[in-house]
């Protein structure tokens, strides 16, 4: 096995760097990774361009890879072998506080990069904290006891696996917090890899009406969407879509409206309050928006609207989320459009933000690749 381990380190705002580490020890309890893909989101677009938190940072934080070396407690406690193929949570959980004893490590202090700067998270831990390869864009990552891993199926390609992220996402906003079932209607506000993700988790859970949303420029990703199990698309640009909305659901207005726009503004929420069903409809958000000026709280009570926030994924969510990739009943490798290699970190970000690139909708970085 080789000494050296290449990463792309973020270094600054917007800037990154192939660096060099010596292979981390692997303790009894712990392992090495050896990264296939990592996916890359929206998030690391935003994390791109401004860092949370001091760098440096290897980022990459949906990660698939091989099980490279690890040591014997490792292997007892996960389950694993050497040379099997693992799906990592990025969440670093303590296993003692009360989220991770009900299995919401998610919630864990101990990972949670907002309030603990001493926080373990792949994608957004320094790589100056022991361990040091705490990110998916790089040869190799660390797992420390603490790691959550998943079995990835066999007949699931790394690339493929690349989309777990996004539809275990899907599957925990749409049916574990808008409990999305059978007969439901929803709309999904966005084309891109999450909102596409729901279309699918919707589809799978018998919700008889899915629409989507996007813009003139979504042409080719809305037209993925109806090949995914949508009913119905609709262009926001096109006028206001209040009333097309209301027709198409015959007058009652949507169950459930999941906002995948992530950064839209204000817009989306006030669409999705309005084309909400009479009463007890229930609208996802994302917290892209630090204030909302003019909230309509009025039109939230009279229709007695329950809003939930997408808070990542739960272990079951990862879990079903194999099991449909496996399944290969939907032709979710449609979305996994572009990939790259270590050395272009930085092209595959700006793919994800819209800067470059045509038809982008889920981008895989391959850090083996070209070298
Ligand atoms: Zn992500
Ligand atoms: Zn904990």
Redesign the pocket.
């Known amino acids: 096995m080789a000494e050296k381990a290449l990463a792309a380190v973020r270094v600054a705002p917007g800037t990154t760097e192939i660096r060099e580490f010596p292979m981390p020890d692997v303790p009894g309890d712990g392992a090495l990774l050896r990264v296939e893909v990592a996916g890359i989101c929206g998030t690391d677009v935003k994390m791109y361009a401004k860092p949370p938190f001091a760098d440096p940072v290897i980022m990459g934080h949906e990660n698939i890879g091989i099980i490279e070396r690890s040591g014997p407690t490792f292997r007892e406690r996960h389950g694993v072998e050497d040379g099997d193929r693992v799906f990592v949570e990025h969440y670093v959980?303590?296993?003692?506080?009360?989220?991770?004893?009900i299995g919401q490590?998610r919630h864990?202090?101990?990972?949670d990069w907002r309030t603990n700067p001493d926080a373990r998270r792949y994608g957004y831990t320094s790589s100056d904290k022991p361990g040091r390869l705490w990110g998916g864009f790089a040869q190799y990552m660390y797992l420390p006891w603490n790691a959550v891993l998943h079995r990835v199926p066999g007949t699931v390609t790394a690339e493929l696996g690349g989309i777990v992220t996004p539809l275990s996402n899907g599957i925990e906003w749409a049916l574990v917090d808008g409990g999305v079932g059978y007969d439901s209607t929803v709309l999904i506000q966005g084309p891109g890899q999450q909102g596409l993700s729901q279309v699918v988790a919707c589809k799978q859970a018998g919700a008889s009406l899915i629409v989507i949303t996007g813009t003139a420029r979504d042409k080719a990703r809305l037209d993925l969407a109806l090949a995914l199990g949508a009913d119905h698309v609709v262009d926001v640009t096109a006028g206001d879509p209040r009333e097309q909305l209301r027709n198409i659901t015959g007058g009652k207005g949507f169950d459930v409206v999941l906002d995948c726009t992530a950064g839209a503004g204000t817009a989306p929420v006030l669409l999705g309050i309005d084309v909400l069903k009479r009463r007890e409809g229930t609208l996802l958000i994302q917290g892209e928006l630090a204030a909302f000026p003019d909230f309509p709280v009025k039109k939230l009570t009279e229709k007695a609207i329950t809003i939930k926030s997408a808070r990542g994924h739960s272990f079951r969510s990862c879990e079903l989320a194999l099991a449909q990739l496996a399944s290969h009943r939907f032709p979710l490798d449609e979305l996994a459009t572009h990939a790259y290699g270590l050395s272009d970190v930085d092209t595959a970000i700006r793919a994800v933000g819209g800067e470059i690139g045509e038809g982008v909708i889920h981008v895989s970085l391959l850090p083996w690749r070209d070298l």
């Open positions: 959980g303590c296993y003692k506080c009360e989220w991770c004893r490590y864990c202090e101990n990972t």
